[in-house]
């Protein structure tokens, strides 16, 4: 049944969920790759796609920005609609020089100082994992399609314009994080509440050491191989 953000019936929703934050990326992704994708939801204008790749249904779907914003629509997708999988397809700004734009990073940890996670059930953690087995099919399908990828841990930040970047060294050294975005934290740790399989990956759109950046328009639809990726690993 419709929940107040989604109005797709629960049959229009695939098993799996490719998640980028963009709702013009999510169009990107069904447009390019997926066969017969139609639109199961535009409340708020967070689109969702379901068709089929490679003959498997799989549903695109946004998530806006920001932990509130995943956090309410990963949960809905993981309790609502019965979804085992979401992978989430997003951008990140690199922490490391040795991380440049466009590279391909796959998250085996999220830490943050956000609260999201007490608040909701009560998990006081800095560190929340994806699944092992998912992020092993994305590995996997990264191997097969021949693309190289980086993998460590995400910063998953609150905020976006920090007054002082003063607190990126401790977070760099002390936290060990290579690259910083805003959702992945909250969508693992929706995943381990449901019990459900939540993972995570990137592509480096912009790096806080050397100042490389990306357009708006290659966000959108440059980041091919982080999602060619994630469709092999939704279906394997």
């Avoid at 085996?108 to 009560?122: D, I, L, V, Y």
């Avoid at 399609?145 to 002082?164: A, N």
């Avoid at 790096?207 to 994630?230: G, H």
Wanted: net charge negative; proline share 5%.
């Amino acid at each position: 049944m419709p929940t107040p953000h989604n109005s797709a019936e629960k049959n229009q929703i695939a098993k799996s969920v490719l998640m980028p934050g963009d709702p013009l990326r999510a169009k990107f992704i069904a447009e390019t790759f997926l066969e017969n994708p139609v639109l199961v939801n535009n409340v708020r204008g967070i689109g969702g796609y379901t068709g089929t790749y490679k003959g498997v249904p799989v549903t695109v779907m946004a998530s806006g920005m920001g932990m509130p914003s995943i956090g309410i629509y990963s949960y809905e997708l993981f309790k609502f609609y019965d979804v085992e999988n979401i992978i989430r397809v997003g951008s990140c700004g690199a922490y490391l020089p040795e991380l440049h734009i466009f590279d391909v990073f796959l998250g085996t940890s999220s830490w943050s100082e956000s609260t999201f996670a007490k608040t909701q059930c009560g998990n006081d953690a800095e560190y929340m994992d994806p699944s092992e087995e998912l992020n092993n099919k994305l590995r996997k399908a990264a191997a097969d399609l021949g693309i190289p990828m980086k993998e460590g841990i995400i910063h998953s930040s609150d905020v976006f314009y920090r007054e002082s970047m003063d607190s990126a060294v401790d977070i760099v050294q002390n936290k060990h994080c290579a690259v910083c975005e805003m959702e992945s934290f909250a969508l693992f740790s929706n995943a381990k509440v449901l019990g459900k399989n939540a993972a995570c990956i990137l592509t480096i759109s912009d790096s806080l050491v050397t100042n490389e950046d990306t357009t708006p328009e290659q966000r959108e639809k440059s980041f091919t191989n982080m999602m060619k990726i994630a469709l092999e690993a939704a279906i394997a």
